[in-house]
């Protein structure tokens, strides 16, 4: 048998598969489709039904927190983690039934228009009243029907004072001469785009092609100055590795809290626009104990565990009772502060139509190339 | 060269015997770059291992003994949950793997047949194709087919990239094992399927031991095939420190690197002393490169 | 026993491999075939515009780099795991089962875990830098992460032991008279090497190759933790068209396409090792 043959029969077998593969999927019509539509049903009484399964980010939240909700009420707590919104969707689509998820605020648009979230009756939850009210009505989620705030964050530029002493408070940092080699941006191209995008005195969410251009050449500008894109500050910065890093508030807090000179990590956000944005906490509507959720939003609810999720994690949420626990993290910073003027003047990122969202994709895309 | 070919042993042994030591006999240069290859492999797991009893939370200096991040590892549920899943699914997939892959490599070796030899083709595909390709196969055949994200898919797709190594390794060991013994055995009056079960079977045995090692390793290593194929279930360890190494990353995964290392280390060694615990001479350490009967 | 007795044995494994490897190529093809819908997901048609975008020639450096960095990765793992293999089987002697052993350690440890120890004993305040500065190698830290070596170092570290085995069971399987007979022969130790052991150990050599440079070209974990501005691999504009962009039709075809130039690749190694004695240092 010669090589010839077996390589001839090899494709034979490749290309029989092929076909089958093809014929089982004209054949099945269910793929990794949109999840189909479902009715969004009644808020579920918060009450224990079940086991609790949480979808989140990693370490976002305070176990100590989750371990009591588990000792008080006598339920499991599984947490399983996503390392990007996208990431969560196709786990979402794929058929996984978690019972809370954690969604940034444009997501949780997006999901509401696809009906994928339980509705959530605030008015069962004890402790509801202790939200800022600047969430009963937000943008993303009429009503606050389906969602309840979870961390807010504002988006900055963090930097080690010992080695670039001073910024001057504007996104042009991020090409800082002193720091270059030694800068680094948040591989997210929300925020990426975002931050150009302001630099340049668009908006945030400028989808003009001509606004676009611009915001790529600030890009490629600011690749040169670049020695990586990464979404872990906290590490780069107290290894020495990076100088100036384009981060959230909160990164900076567990930065000092790994660090032995804390003092030498500081924080700014910029004039020329400061993006904050929330995550929320939702019930998908697919969820196997939605009792066991209500009742697990209304304990991080709580003013005292919320108080000390805030001292854990290092982001602020919209809870009365929470503010000292994060005053005390951020004494030095009032910028890493948000306040509720904050959310109201801030820009938010803005779910994007599809073509649009494809045109970021493709810029981001070619500016990584 | 024909001639050295053909006798062997008799040139071998009178050599031996004669040959002054050279300076090439103890290459220190050969060894010096053997040493720092080593160096260089087991750097990073001494600071893994190191800093997971670091008492501070830094990942860069070292101040003081403590056992926190394995208290804070063995005291978080979802975590404990991730290492028995972890476990689960290396254990299970090592078991289907080997029989699947043993059983290829019986028929691709002993049957001389042309779907032998195609089989031998389609095998190697696995063990090239970058691992971003398997986990997406993975992940679309699933949710073509209709299937929830689960234990059972990452077991499904673990278990078919471990199928080629198994075959690749014991494959090694039966080119140089002879049919004599099962034609012996024939002619003796066993059946087939006897003289499979007792006479091939057990002589290939180090290598399929050598084999499970492998699978189990990698298995339990593996990242991105799960974190494709991963439901519900607790998600299996690698998933969870990837997502850590892009968000959150705290001492823990030191601890979390020296407990897998532990039970990693745990199976190795349970493997290699099966065969000495069933009374059998060889380790199935050395079958592992191909070569038995040192 | 007979050809049709053991050809059974093929059938469960085979079906396997049908089943969930190659079927699933199919799916993608399909999928890459399709146009993506607002929700992130796919709508089935015939749109062969995915692979115009695939083969836009905004992404040959991307290829190009990765090709690059895997032949690096492939070079510098024979470069060290040659001489690795050969110590231990030439002079490992009793110990050489344990040194192989060793060689596989690491890999207990995930390799994440591994990696990130990395990035910390080597960042610019970790353990080695502040070796350097202290004693005085060097003023200033050396930058050693965020590079395309860094890159490089993490792919090799991952893939070495997939280098080293190969060799050492081809020199094992070498019988060691041919060593003695090439010394009679040539005299030097140079030339026993270049004119009995390395050809005998060709097999070995070649199938580590492949099993090393192949899956490191779509390799995406060393390129995102330890990579730079300018280290983008063909595994990361896959991931970015999945996790990122959520373009599956597109990211489908952008992994067939690189699936093709692999299986290119895969053809050469075949029809060079088109004897049987070489294959089967893999099959």
């Known amino acids: 048998m010669t ?76 947490t399983s983690n996503f390392d990007s919104m996208p990431g969560m969707m196709a786990k979402l689509r794929s058929g996984n039934r978690y019972d809370l998820i954690f969604p940034t605020a444009d997501y949780v648009n997006r999901l509401n228009r696809q009906g994928q979230l339980r509705q959530l009756d605030r008015g069962v939850l004890r402790n509801s009243a202790g939200i800022y009210p600047f969430f009963d009505d937000p943008w993303y989620d009429k009503d606050s029907a389906h ?131 929330s995550d929320c906490m939702a019930i998908p509507a697919n969820a196997r104990h939605p009792g066991t959720a209500t009742l697990f939003i209304d304990w991080i609810l709580d003013p005292e565990n919320a108080a000390e999720n805030v001292s854990w994690f290092g982001y602020p949420m919209p809870i009365k009772g929470t503010e000292d626990a994060f005053a005390e993290l951020a004494a030095d910073d009032p910028q890493i502060q948000i306040t509720t003027d904050d959310l109201a003047t801030g820009v938010q990122f803005r779910e994007l139509p599809v073509d649009d969202k494809a045109a970021w994709d493709r810029l981001w895309t070619e500016v990584k190339a | 060269m024909s001639v050295a070919a053909e006798r062997p042993v008799e040139v071998a042994r009178p050599a031996a015997r004669r040959r002054e030591p050279r300076r090439f006999d103890r290459p220190r240069a050969l060894w010096a770059v053997t040493g720092l290859v080593y160096a260089f492999l087991f750097a990073p797991i001494l600071i893994v291992i190191l800093f997971s009893f670091n008492a501070q ?102 278990i078919t990239f471990s199928i080629s190594y198994v075959c690749v390794v014991v494959r090694g060991r039966l080119a140089s094992m002879g049919t004599e013994i099962e034609e012996a055995a024939l002619d003796l009056g066993a059946t087939r399927w006897q003289a499979v079960r007792l006479v091939t079977l057990p002589a290939l045995w180090p290598a399929v031991l050598a084999a499970a090692m492998l699978v ?50 745990a199976f190795i060694a349970l493997a290699v002393l099966l065969p000495r615990l069933l009374g059998r001479n060889e380790s199935g350490l050395a079958t592992l490169t191909g070569r038995s009967g040192q | 026993m007979t ?94 089962n344990l040194l192989i052993a060793a060689i596989l350690a690491p890999f207990l440890i995930n390799y994440l875990v591994r990696t990130y120890a990395w990035v910390a004993l080597l960042s610019d305040e970790g353990l080695v830098n502040r070796v350097i500065v202290d004693s005085g190698v060097a003023g200033r830290p050396v930058g050693f992460l965020n590079t395309p070596w860094a890159v490089i170092g993490g792919l090799v570290y991952g893939y070495l032991g997939f280098m080293i085995l190969p060799i050492y069971a081809s020199l094992e399987r070498m019988d060691s008279a041919l ?10 130790p140079r030339q026993t090497f270049w004119h009995v052991t390395w050809p005998q150990t060709l097999p070995g050599v070649l199938a580590g190759t492949v099993l090393v440079f192949l899956p490191a070209v ?9 990579g730079g501005p300018d280290t983008y691999m063909v595994g990361n504009l896959i991931q970015q068209q999945y996790f990122g962009a959520e373009n599956w039709p597109f990211g489908a075809a952008l992994t067939i396409v690189l699936m093709a130039f692999l299986a290119v690749f895969m053809l050469f190694y075949l029809r060079g090792a088109s004897s049987s004695a070489r294959r089967e240092a893999l099959v």
């Open chain 3, 179 to 188: 060593i003695e007979a090439g010394k009679d022969l040539y005299g030097s």
């Open chain 2, 216 to 265: 189990f390793v990698l298995s339990f290593d593996d990242f991105v095939l799960s974190f494709f194929t991963t439901g519900e279930d607790p998600q299996p360890l690698p998933v969870r420190i990837y997502s850590a190494l892009r968000f959150g990353i705290s001492p823990t995964i030191n601890a979390i690197g020296t407990l897998m290392l532990v039970v990693s280390a």
């Open chain 1, 147 to 277: 969602t309840v705030p979870y961390g807010m964050y504002t988006t900055g530029i963090a930097w080690r004072a010992d080695k670039v002493g001073e910024l001057r408070g504007s996104w042009n940092d991020l090409a800082l001469e002193a720091a270059r080699g030694r800068t680094f941006m948040l591989d997210d191209f929300q925020e990426a785009i975002g931050q150009a995008n302001l630099l340049n005195g668009f908006d945030l969410n400028t989808t003009d092609p001509a606004e676009l251009e611009r915001t790529k050449a600030t890009l490629e500008l600011q690749k040169e100055f670049l020695r990586g894109y990464s979404t872990n500050p906290a590490p780069n910065l107290v290894g020495g590795t990076a100088w100036v890093h384009h981060a959230w508030n909160g990164d900076v807090v567990n930065a000092r809290n790994q660090s032995k000179e804390p003092e030498n990590l500081k924080f700014q956000t910029c004039r020329e626009g400061i993006p904050v944005g």
């Open chain 3, 218 to 226: 779509g390799d995406f974990v060393s390129a995102q933790l330890l």
């Open chain 2, 57 to 158: 939370r830094s990942l860069q200096t070292f101040d003081g003994f403590s056992l926190r991040w394995y208290r804070d590892f063995l005291g978080d549920e979802s975590l404990r949950a991730s290492l028995f899943t972890s476990i689960e699914i290396a254990a299970i997939t090592t078991v289907v793997a080997t029989v699947l892959g043993t059983a290829l490599a019986l028929g691709m070796t002993r049957s001389r047949s042309r779907a032998g030899r195609a089989s031998g083709l389609v095998l190697l595909i696995p063990l090239v194709t970058p691992e971003i390709v398997a986990g997406v196969s993975a992940f679309v055949l699933f949710a073509q087919i209709g299937v929830a994200l689960s234990v059972t898919t990452i077991v499904l797709a673990h």
């Open chain 3, 3 to 96: 050809s049709a007795f053991w050809q059974r044995f093929l059938y469960p494994g085979a079906l396997w491999l049908l089943l969930f490897f190659v079927v699933p190529f199919g799916i993608a093809v399909l999928i890459s075939l399709g146009a993506n819908n607002e929700f992130g997901g796919v709508t089935y048609g015939r749109n062969p515009s995915n692979y115009a975008d695939a083969l836009d020639p905004l992404f040959a450096p991307v290829l190009l780099r990765s090709l690059g960095y895997a032949a690096a990765t492939a070079a510098l793992c024979l470069l060290l795991g040659y001489p690795v293999a050969y110590c231990i089987a030439r002079f490992g002697g009793r110990r050489r």
């Open chain 1, 3 to 78: 090589a010839d043959g077996m390589r001839r029969r090899d494709f034979l077998r490749g290309s029989a598969g092929l076909a089958a593969g093809a014929l089982v999927g004209a054949g099945c019509g269910v793929g990794p489709q949109s999840a189909p539509k479902v009715v969004a049903q009644k808020a579920a009484a918060p009450k224990v039904d079940g086991d609790l399964l949480i979808f989140n980010w990693t370490e976002y939240m305070n176990p100590k927190v989750i371990k009591g909700f588990a000792k008080q009420y006598g339920v499991k707590v599984t």
